[in-house]
């Protein structure tokens, strides 16, 4: 009989748009592969409905706060139902951005300067010489974060807004000029490293990340292989450190303007990267051999409880 797979997507977070082209294309890719497969759309009675459906692996296809953040992996442990990614401590640890960054330091893993401070006292007055970026602590998909441009007489007015929903506490970071580059971990490997170009965009925000044509990915990066190396070497030593599961992906910024050498700095590590047509991780598996159906299937059989 084949595997019962249940797959979570949608969920309660800014990010449900994405999480359901995520699971959906999961979804139909498990079913092209034997599997047994549930769409779940995650509610508030998700453990309900679970322990209805009695899977036998839970492919957690969720991004955000509930899905990345261990509070689905408490549930499901609960349950006692293995899971894709991450386990409860570890997707704690990485959502939050300023933990993350505290845990990989130690592990030697250069990353950009900077720390938290409250949204009111950053839109009082400047936290850096701009340029800066402002990044909420606990979401994904770069909602609400500001890039504070060198030109920029004042702190950005939409942080005294009472329309703001990304929370009091933000981390104030340094601008690192230069080159978008990720890197994604497959289990214990570190897979290629690729560039993020955006056209349009003055970052790799959330419309670049999701809409056809807002970024092109370049597999492998065109650096200097001892910068590819270091880079893969600092995404494995930062899954580790936290104690990811499955597959992750570390963003970085890398400064080449002064030379090939330049300056290398960490952001942060999705443990549920993106799983729809114009995702990274896919992108970069397939470079590595990988196609999606052989990803999906590997994260099944990788499923497991105390992650």
């Known amino acids: 009989m084949a595997k019962h797979v249940a797959v979570l997507m949608g969920g ?39 322990a209805t459906l009695k899977p036998d692996v839970a492919f957690n296809a969720l991004h955000g706060p509930y899905g990345e ?30 933990l993350a960054k505290t845990v990989v330091i130690s592990a030697g893993v250069p990353v950009a300067k900077g720390h938290v401070m409250k949204r009111q006292e950053i839109a009082d007055t400047h936290p850096f010489s701009p340029p800066y970026v402002i990044k909420p602590i606990a979401e994904g998909s770069s909602f609400g974060v500001i890039i504070v441009r060198e030109d920029q007489p004042h702190p950005p007015q939409s942080l005294s807004s009472p329309e703001w929903t ?43 990340k999701y809409s056809d044509g807002g970024s092109v990915h370049i597999v492998p990066a065109e650096i200097p292989g001892d910068v590819a190396r270091k880079i893969q070497e600092w995404s494995l030593l930062a899954h580790r450190a936290i104690g990811c599961r499955g597959v992750t992906r570390s963003d970085f910024r890398y400064d080449d303007r002064f030379g090939s050498g330049g300056e290398v ?43």
């Not at 549930?38 to 508030?44: H, Q």
């Not at 409860?88 to 959502?95: D, F, H, I, W």
């Not at 970071?173 to 214990?188: I, K, N, P, S, W």
């Open 265 to 307: 700095a960490w952001l942060e590590v999705n443990t549920q990267p993106g799983m729809t047509p114009v995702s990274l991780v896919p992108d970069i598996a397939a470079k590595s051999g990988h196609s999606f159906a052989d990803l999906v299937r590997w994260m099944v059989e990788d499923a497991s409880c105390e992650r």
């Open 166 to 208: 990304f929370g009091e506490d933000l981390l104030v970071e340094q601008f690192v000029h230069g080159r978008e580059l990720t890197c994604a971990v497959m289990g214990d490997v570190a897979l290629d490293v690729c560039e993020i170009t955006t056209e349009g965009h003055a970052f790799y925000d959330y419309d670049s």
């Open 12 to 50: 309660l977070s800014s990010e449900r748009p994405v999480s359901l082209r995520s699971g959906e294309a999961c979804a139909a890719a498990l079913e092209g592969e034997g599997f047994q497969v549930s769409r779940v759309d995650v509610d508030r009675k998700v453990a309900e409905t679970l």
């Open 69 to 98: 953040d261990g509070r689905i992996q408490g549930i499901l442990e609960y349950l006692q139902i293995p899971y894709t990614h991450s386990g409860v401590t570890a997707s704690a640890l990485a959502m939050n951005k300023l």
